[in-house]
């Protein structure tokens, strides 16, 4: 490690974790332990069943989905594993190398699951909403794509951001007021000129959180509308409840993500932010499963085929 001045100093940081007394620490070693093991389980549970079974990945709901389990386990692990070990060995410090490659992961992951749950919103608007055209508007090759775009789209925005703090200095406190590096407290840290970067996050990040937002929003709002002209009562109820659960996570990571990081850097609450950021990092990626796909008969259908395989 080399050392050329205080001003551009390479020398870590501190990760405070979720709370800064010890006692509460102790308890959410076995809470996120198990929060990451749903993650993981259910998630690749969902991407091995869907891979496994052609018909499913040929459906562009479980194609979309598929990625989205996907993202929700790159999403979790850039944090979650970190934190598991700083709580273990009671350590809390990060390199810096370290430190930016968990926020460009983190970026990255977080951006892609936003448009996939945009995308997965439209696939349902087009499947309700005009099905004589979904062959079409959702046929293998567009849903592909659809998918490369969220990944691209996900992944260079982190790089945007990843490239614009690795030109800040940091040469005052290094003790970082969460548990993994995120971008507010990281800029609040640095002693340079932040102003670039605090301009990207309030125009570029905003359009980038709130765009896929509200087209997830409208596109369920067209499908309500579309669902009320149903003359079935059961089939109203049925529909609403599957909407509505999805609309519920989506609700969730959105507006807790927006909330976080839609305001400028000198706004950021430390003790506040941590809390709401645990619902996007761990609870939004466990519910996922279960609320997308494990209460799905397709699902079912094809977890108890593959366990009659076994």
């Known amino acids: 490690m080399t050392i050329q001045s205080n001003a551009t100093c390479r020398c870590g940081f501190i990760l405070q974790g979720l709370s800064n007394q010890p006692e509460h620490e ?65 350590t809390k410090d990060i390199s810096y190398g370290g430190c930016l490659s968990q926020m460009f992961f983190f970026l990255g992951f977080g951006n892609t699951e936003s448009f996939l749950l945009s995308s997965m919103a439209y696939d349902r608007y087009v499947a309700i909403c005009h099905p004589f ?26 790089l945007l951001y990843t490239a614009l703090m690795s030109r800040l200095s940091f040469c005052a406190s290094r003790q970082i007021p969460h548990y993994f590096c995120d971008l507010h407290p990281l800029i609040k840290l640095s002693c340079s000129d932040t102003s670039a970067i605090q301009m990207t996050t309030l125009t570029e990040g905003t359009v980038t959180m709130v765009g896929p937002f509200a087209v ?4 369920y709002a067209l499908i309500f509308h ?26 969730l990571f959105f507006g807790t993500v927006i909330a976080v ?19 996007y990092t761990a609870v939004t990626p466990m519910l996922n499963p279960f609320i997308y796909s494990l209460r799905n008969t397709e699902i079912q ?10």
Request: one cysteine or more; charged letters at 10%.
């Open 133 to 158: 055209r979904y062959a079409v508007l959702m046929n293998q090759r567009n849903c592909l794509l659809l998918a490369s775009g969220c990944w691209l789209l996900g992944f260079l925005h982190s």
């Open 261 to 279: 990081y839609v305001r400028p850097s000198a706004t950021y609450s430390g003790t506040k932010v941590r809390v709401m950021s645990v619902a």
């Open 216 to 219: 997830t929003i409208l596109s």
């Open 26 to 90: 102790r308890l959410f070693l076995p809470i996120f332990f198990f929060l990451y093991l749903m993650i993981l389980l259910g998630n690749l549970l969902i991407v091995l069943l869907i891979y496994h079974n052609v018909r499913l990945y040929q459906t562009p709901m479980y194609f979309l989905l598929s990625h989205l389990s996907l993202a929700d386990v790159g999403f979790s692990s850039s944090t979650v594993p970190k934190m598991l070990h700083n709580l273990l060995t009671q």
């Open 226 to 251: 579309k669902v009320l002209k149903i003359p079935s009562a059961a089939g109203k109820r049925k529909a609403f409840s599957t909407c509505g659960a999805h609309l519920t996570t989506v609700v």
């Open 301 to 310: 259908q094809a977890l108890r085929k593959c366990l009659g395989a076994v």
